[in-house]
């Protein structure tokens, strides 16, 4: 049974916050956290993921980004990624998450790129990348769990 989910971007502002409040709304019977692998530790979510979730009634506001921790790829039956590059990076930096980590748009082969730094339009296309990744996990987890 998958209960533990961990969802992972760079700064832990933008495309991980998102992932988490969609993936808590979609599974609310599972943890769910995020985190990053360079974080802008302490940072709001970025304003326009915020209000792209706002958009959804789901309220990102309080969010603060929090850097990868060992603890946190120890207690996730999955972690998510944005893109092969950190899939590759958590699998070599935590050999034991091996078989564990996926990208978000992995049943569909897309990465999704960071929309840090740019503007609104993005951002939408960011969130919409990650809104398909966020449908086609749940899918298939109803299956497993």
């Not at 709001?44 to 990102?60: E, K, R, S, V």
């Not at 603060?64 to 603890?71: F, N, P, V």
Request: hydrophobic letters at 40%; aromatic letters at 8%.
């Amino acid at each position: 049974m998958i209960g533990n989910i961990l969802v992972l971007c760079v700064g832990n502002i933008c495309r991980s916050p998102m992932a988490e409040g969609l993936l808590k709304r979609a599974l609310p019977e599972q943890t769910v956290r995020s985190a990053g692998i360079g974080a802008m530790i302490g940072y709001p979510a970025d304003p326009f993921a915020i209000q792209l979730m706002q958009g959804q009634d789901i309220d990102i506001s309080a969010h603060r980004g929090q850097s990868l921790m060992s603890w946190m790829v120890s207690e996730a039956d999955i972690i998510l990624v944005m893109d092969l590059d950190q899939k590759r990076f958590i699998e070599q930096k935590h050999p034991t998450s091996k078989g564990k980590v996926f990208r978000l748009g992995e049943f569909d082969k897309y990465d999704i790129p960071d929309p840090y730094q740019r503007d609104l339009a993005v951002f939408r296309q960011t969130y919409s990348l990650i809104s398909k990744g966020v449908d086609a996990l749940t899918e298939r987890l109803a299956y497993i769990n």
